[in-house]
Antibody, heavy 119, light 107 residues
Framework: QVQLQESGPGLVKPSETLSLTCSVSGGSVSSDSYYWSWIRQPPGKGLEWIGYVYDRGSTNYNPPLKSRVTISVDTSKNQFSLKLSSVTAADTAVYYCASVTRGYHIDYWGQGTLVTVSS | DIQMTQSPSSVSASVGDRVTITCRASQGISSWSAWYQQKPGKAPKLLIY???SLQSGVPSRFSGSGSGTDFTLTISSLQPEDFATYYC?????????FGGGTKVEIK
C-alpha cells in the first residue's frame, strides 16, 4: 500500500515561490505504474489537479498554472516535489500529493498540507 | 478541458435513505469516471472507479453507474458515517477535472 506525506512551509509571502515535497513509501517514484501528482483545494472549495511527474521525469501541468509550476522527482530519496512561483493569495490552499493510476483515478492521497500566502 | 457538472450541490437526508448524486461531463468519456468521499479535514477517499467498479474496502451500499456523459453515485441506505462531501472526477484525459462537490447533510 502506497503512503504519501507532504512537507514544506505552511506560510509563503506573496510573489515568492511555494515549495513542497512528497515522500513516498510502499511504492517507487521510478515506477511507471503511477502519475505522481499534486492536487490542491482552496479553503471551502473544490479540487484542482496541478500536474504530475511520471516515469522518472516526464511532466504534465494544468494549463492555467503551467507557466508557474515545476514538478520534479528525486529517485534517490523516493520523493517528488512541487514548486509554484509568483504566488498570490489565490494560491492559498490545502495541497495534496497523490498517486494517479494508469486508469487516471486517484487511489492514494497524502494527508494534505495547508499553505497560506500572506505577508 | 472536460468540465464535470455535479448536482445537487447539497442534499439533506436521514439515516437509511437512498441518496443519488449525478455528474455530467461536457463531452463523452466512456466509463472513465471516479467518485470520492471527503470528510472535513481529511483527504478524499476513492469510492468508485471506471464508473462502476467498487474500490477495495468500500461498503457495497455505494454503487456507481453511467457512461458517455452522465454518471451517478448511489448510496442505497445512508449510514451515519456517510455524511460527507462527494466529488466526481473525469478519468478520460489530463488535465484531470472534478465536479464541484455534493455535501450530504443530516436531515
Amino acid at each position: 500500500q502506497v503512503q504519501l506525506q507532504e512537507s514544506g512551509p505552511g506560510l509563503v509571502k506573496p510573489s515568492e515561490t511555494l515549495s513542497l515535497t512528497c515522500s513516498v513509501s510502499g511504492g517507487s517514484v521510478s515506477s511507471d505504474s503511477y502519475y505522481w501528482s499534486w492536487i490542491r483545494q482552496p479553503p471551502g472549495k473544490g479540487l484542482e489537479w496541478i500536474g504530475y511527474v511520471y516515469d522518472r521525469g516526464s511532466t504534465n501541468y494544468n494549463p492555467p498554472l503551467k507557466s508557474r509550476v515545476t514538478i520534479s522527482v528525486d529517485t534517490s530519496k523516493n520523493q517528488f516535489s512541487l514548486k509554484l512561483s509568483s504566488v498570490t493569495a489565490a494560491d492559498t490552499a490545502v495541497y495534496y500529493c497523490a498517486s494517479v493510476t494508469r486508469g487516471y483515478h486517484i487511489d492514494y492521497w497524502g494527508q494534505g498540507t495547508l499553505v497560506t500566502v500572506s505577508s | 478541458d472536460i468540465q464535470m457538472t455535479q448536482s445537487p450541490s447539497s442534499v439533506s437526508a436521514s439515516v437509511g435513505d437512498r441518496v443519488t448524486i449525478t455528474c455530467r461531463a461536457s463531452q463523452g468519456i466512456s466509463s472513465w469516471s471516479a467518485w470520492y468521499q471527503q470528510k472535513p479535514g481529511k483527504a478524499p477517499k476513492l469510492l468508485i472507479y471506471g464508473a462502476s467498479s467498487l474500490q477495495s474496502g468500500v461498503p457495497s451500499r455505494f454503487s456507481g453507474s453511467g457512461s458517455g456523459t452522465d454518471f451517478t453515485l448511489t448510496i442505497s441506505s445512508l449510514q451515519p458515517e456517510d455524511f460527507a462531501t462527494y466529488y466526481c472526477q473525469q478519468a478520460n484525459s489530463f488535465p484531470l477535472t472534478f465536479g464541484g462537490g455534493t455535501k450530504v447533510e443530516i436531515k
